[in-house]
T-cell receptor
Framework: DTEVTQTPKHLVMGMTNKKSLKCEQH?????MYWYKQKAKKPPELMFV???????INESVPSRFSPECPNSSLLNLHLHALQPEDSALYLC?????????????FGPGTRLTVL | GEDVEQSLFLSVREGDSSVINCTYT??????LYWYKQEPGAGLQLLTY?????DMKQDQRLTVLLNKKDKHLSLRIADTQTGDSAIYFC?????????????FGQGTTLQVKP
């Protein structure tokens, strides 16, 4: 199984809602990532988890809250988002953090904030 | 700091070769990657090269690295309409093992039948 799955595929939420994005991989990877991608732009790194511990937070606003409940799962909890947070949210995983470790990407969750 | 640059658009005819170019700035040993993103999908790693290599070939894909000029290229032979996508060049961030990648802006490849 070389797949990273993400749910939901699409999400529309209001600025007062609380929602969560989910990511799962069963490749035994110990590093997992959240990226944000705006249309026709490259992905921007948000968070990196290594061995279920947060290792990088790229100064992401606190309305985004990541969680890694176990080595296969990664969540992104959303609260009080702004319309400018509308984007494609990509999850990725890799064997480790060293260069040369391929990052496998999921298909993404298309988020629209009204 | 590290920076990766790409041209934004390339149009070719089906059956021709495509060459997508990228320049990077990190002078330390690094990994350089090519990712493909089709509309509405995530990123797919096509190939990668370590900065002590000059060339890597994988079926229709050839990666050339000019270390002196910090120039990376991806050649796709016999380009097909299914190759139409955005291609991102990326570089591992520095020499530390952080998992961070620095992406270029992406090159949109349009393949005309």
């Amino acid at each position: 199984d070389t797949e990273v799955t993400q749910t939901p595929k699409h999400l529309v939420m209001g600025m007062t809602n609380k929602k969560s994005l989910k990511c799962e991989q069963h490749m035994g990877h110990r590093a997992m990532y959240w990226y944000k991608q705006k249309a026709k732009k490259p992905p921007e790194l948000m968070f990196v988890y290594s061995y279920e511990k947060l290792s990088i937070n790229e100064s992401v606003p606190s309305r985004f809250s990541p969680e890694c409940p176990n080595s296969s799962l990664l969540n992104l909890h959303l609260h009080a988002l702004q319309p400018e947070d509308s984007a494609l949210y990509l999850c990725a995983s890799s064997q480790g953090l060293a260069g040369g470790n391929e990052q496998f990407f999921g298909p993404g969750t298309r988020l629209t904030v009204l | 700091g590290e920076d990766v640059e790409q041209s934004l658009f390339l149009s070719v005819r089906e059956g021709d070769s495509s060459v997508i170019n990228c320049t990077y700035t990190d002078s330390s040993s690094t990994y350089l990657y090519w990712y493909k993103q089709e509309p509405g999908a995530g990123l797919q790693l096509l190939t990668y090269i370590f900065s002590n290599m000059d060339m890597k070939q994988d079926q229709r894909l050839t990666v050339l690295l000019n270390k002196k000029d910090k120039h990376l290229s991806l050649r796709i032979a016999d380009t097909q309409t299914g190759d139409s996508a955005i291609y991102f060049c990326a570089e591992s961030y520095g020499s530390s093992n952080t998992g961070k990648l620095i992406f270029g802006q992406g090159t949109t490849l349009q393949v005309k039948p």
